[in-house]
């Protein structure tokens, strides 16, 4: 920053950021969220056996407190027995009652993982704390791993990102509108009608001070009443009220249980002014997509839209993000690579 250089070799204390204000004092200062840097992840996170113990504490607790048998009982029902112990193989938690050996990262978003578990540790510090994203390619020159292996592994986090965002449900007032993701047509077409571009529904929730809460991305097969209300079911409570234009697709969504708040805008300028953070998010989102993925194949799309949103739904808490991300991960079902070239979940 102007006028104040970090001398190398100190770093600035966490909770503290230098001064921006006049003369460099304590007004200006505000406080930063511990987050943890390059060199803290690669000291912590280097060997497979850190990896495999702090993935253990998230999944089951410091002292296996979460821990709940996934194994069958002669009977075919499953355990469930709580109890359990730690092996010094391959990090196993042996039940206490029917002896299965579980693996911390079975049934997970890991399961059976190729690659060692410090490049996915890598991989979901990058994701989760880069706003930009991370390119296949950077993550594979990175982690010393082929392309197709850097695809997959970021896929799988975006799956599970998808998985966790599934869970959002916004309320309140709510702006809604339809967004265009994709190529530019020929005859410069763009907004509805533009058939050469994926639609996307944008739901942004409205917080008392007018600044934006939680926002929904989707795709939609197409912008219209059907598309959109199904998009508006799943991601937005009954009873909010929707923020919309004057589109006749939007009074259809309301009668489906919600309170309308109509705005006929005439103009993309007044669309803009009138719905500012619908708007505001489409523009980053693309700017992501431009500017680190450079395009993305609409059966792929949600993945990316889920990890966009993601990372802005829990922008207030940015120091525990790789943690969430990793939870986020054991939370989810395994995904093949077929599953994931296809396009299916």
């Not at 529904?201 to 939609?220: C, H, N, T, W, Y």
Request: with cysteine; glycine share 12%.
């Amino acid at each position: 920053m102007a006028g104040h250089a970090v001398k190398a070799g100190h770093a600035v204390k966490a909770g503290h950021a230098v001064g921006v204000g006049c003369g460099g004092g304590r007004s200006g200062r505000l406080p930063l969220p511990k987050v943890m840097t390059v060199a803290e992840v690669h000291a912590r996170f280097g060997t497979e056996e850190a990896c495999r113990e702090h993935l253990r504490k998230i999944r089951w607790g410091e002292d296996l407190e979460r821990f709940v048998c996934p194994g069958r009982r002669p009977n075919g029902k499953p355990c469930g027995h709580t109890k359990g112990w730690g092996l010094a193989k391959r990090g196993l938690i042996e039940c206490g009652e029917c002896h299965h050996q579980a693996s911390v990262t079975a049934g997970t978003i890991f399961h059976r993982p190729r690659s060692p578990l410090w490049k996915w540790f890598w991989a979901m510090y990058q994701l989760s704390q880069d706003k930009k994203g991370v390119a296949t390619l950077e993550l594979a020159k990175q982690v010393r791993v082929c392309y197709q292996t850097a695809w997959t592994m970021l896929q799988k986090l975006r799956e599970a990102m998808r998985t966790r965002e599934q869970q959002q449900v916004l309320q309140g007032l709510v702006e809604l509108d339809e967004g265009y993701v994709g190529g530019q047509a020929e005859d410069g077409t763009t907004g509805r009608g533009a058939s050469h571009k994926t639609p996307v529904a944008v739901a942004v929730e409205l917080r008392a001070d007018g600044k934006p809460g939680r926002v929904a991305m989707q795709s939609i097969e197409r912008p219209d009443a059907h598309g959109l209300r199904k998009f508006a079911e799943s991601k937005i409570e009954k009873g909010a009220t929707l923020k919309t234009d004057g589109w006749g697709a939007y009074v259809s969504v309301a009668k489906v249980g919600y309170k309308h708040k109509p705005i006929v805008t005439g103009d993309g300028k007044t669309a803009v002014r009138k719905f500012p953070w619908v708007h505001t998010f489409i523009g980053n989102l693309k700017r992501m997509i431009l500017g680190t993925y450079h395009s993305v194949s609409p059966k792929h799309l949600d993945r990316y839209l889920a990890e966009f949103h993601y990372r802005g739904n829990r922008r207030w808490r940015e120091e525990n993000l790789f943690d969430r991300l990793i939870a986020a991960a054991l939370g989810a079902k395994p995904i093949t690579c077929r599953q994931l070239v296809t396009g299916g979940s």
